[in-house]
């Protein structure tokens, strides 16, 4: 039988054993049809992994005994803030589930001046969506951390999310000499911030704000790729270049 790994914000303990109530004992119980003795493993989000057998069922309490936890070490590829346009459709829920399988650290929906989708309070609900697809993509590619999803944000506003990160690259169409070799060769430290605009491309103004920022702009080259592949390119180069290392 397929032990299933599920997703817990805020792990409770009791008594030495794991407690799960609310929505997170309806899935267990109700929809995947957990019994007593069942095997089933809990990822934090943060890096650990705990399996368990399931111990009790109550009406509204799922006691799980804790057989053992796994610390999976840190990852040392770079840790990427993924700063995108979002698309319509079911394109950016596609692109959030691939790049959550690539290992996006931080997925940031940026709003530039050509972004077409506009968030009113009725579309609230696509960002408790993406959040979902991002925990679920992490279960299913066997990662023990989820990448931390933020709400749509002006351009100018994604500098409190990044203060930290020092290595920073904009991928546009127009950039002409630099190309993601010239930035790999030029040093790449623990974290990158890739920004990624519209399909419309990004504002002259937006990419001198990007530059007086200390991003460098660069090209994945003569091919003018979609906004939902262009970072999936990029995150797979990371994944190549620093998982053989």
Partial sequence: MEIRRVFVDKLKMKNGMALLTGPMHKYIVSVLRKANGDRIDLIDGKGYLYRCVINSIKSK????????????PEDKRPKVTLCVSPIKGPRMDWLIEKATELGVERILPTIFKRTVVKFEDKEKGKYDRWKRITIEASRQSGRFTVPEMIEPTPLRGITSWIET???????????????MKDVFSSGVGGEICVVIGPEGGIDELEVAWLKENGFVTCTLGENIFRTETTPLIVLSVILYEYGRK
């Avoid at 309490?61 to 999976?72: G, K, N, P, R, T």
């Avoid at 990160?165 to 190309?179: F, G, Q």
């Fill in 61 to 72: 309490e799922l006691y799980l005994q804790v057989l053992d936890v796994i610390h999976h």
């Fill in 165 to 179: 990160i020092k290595t920073r690259w904009a991928l546009y169409e127009k950039e002409k000499h630099t190309t």
